[in-house]
T-cell receptor, first 108, second 113 residues
Framework: SQQGEEDPQALSIQEGENATMNCSYK?????LQWYRQNSGRGLVHLIL?????REKHSGRLRVTLDTSKKSSSLLITASRAADTASYFC????????FGAGTTVTVRA | NAGVTQTPKFQVLKTGQSMTLQCAQD?????MYWYRQDPGMGLRLIYY???????DKGEVPNGYNVSRLNKREFSLRLESAAPSQTSVYFC????????????FGPGTRLTVL
């Protein structure tokens, strides 16, 4: 069964706005990862946050992790049209276990 | 450095036919993985190989077999394809069997009629 679940399922924003998506998972984790998938393409790793970390930044990305609530969030600041994609959280078990993803559309 | 490559990119099969999906990585990674992605869903693990010479079942292994041919190559075989196996198949690799970034191939889009 899928470990992570993303919320919302879809998000439409204007270029320049921020996009926030959430992920909930079921069991204890060592780390949680976020991936991006452009339409019809393979997944690209964005960021990994370990269970002993609460927040991590990478460029315009900010990820938080709350292990007590078994949840994580991904914030994309100052969105661009190129950020249009599906975003997945994944946990290790031993391969990755993915949620169904959040589809983000950035309107010009 | 091509990363993870998959062949073919597209394939159409008739029910009952067999085929092998090929995957190769040139990053000297120990672990390799096969996933399938159905419309509107995340990826689900079919099989994985934590190291050369070992393979293990993932979440959805029924109807598939795998071979870790060497450190570089990990193939996925459908012995008797069924319409339920229509999906996009992704291969991935990473350095070790523990935590860490996985690197994905571009995918194989398979349709079983």
């Amino acid at each position: 069964s899928q470990q992570g679940e993303e919320d919302p399922q879809a998000l439409s924003i204007q270029e320049g706005e921020n996009a926030t998506m959430n992920c909930s998972y079921k069991t204890s984790i060592n780390n949680l990862q976020w991936y991006r998938q452009n339409s019809g393409r393979g997944l690209v790793h964005l960021i990994l946050i370990r269970s002993n970390e609460r927040e991590k930044h990478s460029g315009r990305l900010r990820v938080t992790l709350d292990t007590s609530k078994k949840s994580s969030s991904l914030l994309i600041t100052a969105s661009r049209a190129a950020d249009t994609a599906s975003y997945f959280c994944a946990t290790d078990s031993p391969g990755l276990s993915f949620g169904a993803g959040t589809t983000v559309t950035v309107r010009a | 450095n091509a990363g993870v490559t998959q062949t073919p990119k597209f394939q159409v099969l008739k029910t009952g036919q067999s085929m092998t999906l090929q995957c190769a990585q040139d990053m000297n990674h120990n672990s390799m993985y096969w996933y399938r992605q159905d419309p509107g869903m995340g990826l689900r693990l079919i099989y994985y190989s934590a190291s050369e010479g070992t393979t293990d079942k993932g979440e959805v292994p029924n109807g598939y077999n795998v071979s870790r041919l060497n450190k570089r190559e990990f193939s996925l075989r459908l012995e008797s394809a069924a319409p339920s196996q229509t999906s996009v198949y992704f291969c991935a690799s990473r350095v070790g069997g523990g935590a860490g970034t996985q690197y994905f191939g571009p995918g194989t889009r398979l349709t079983v009629l």
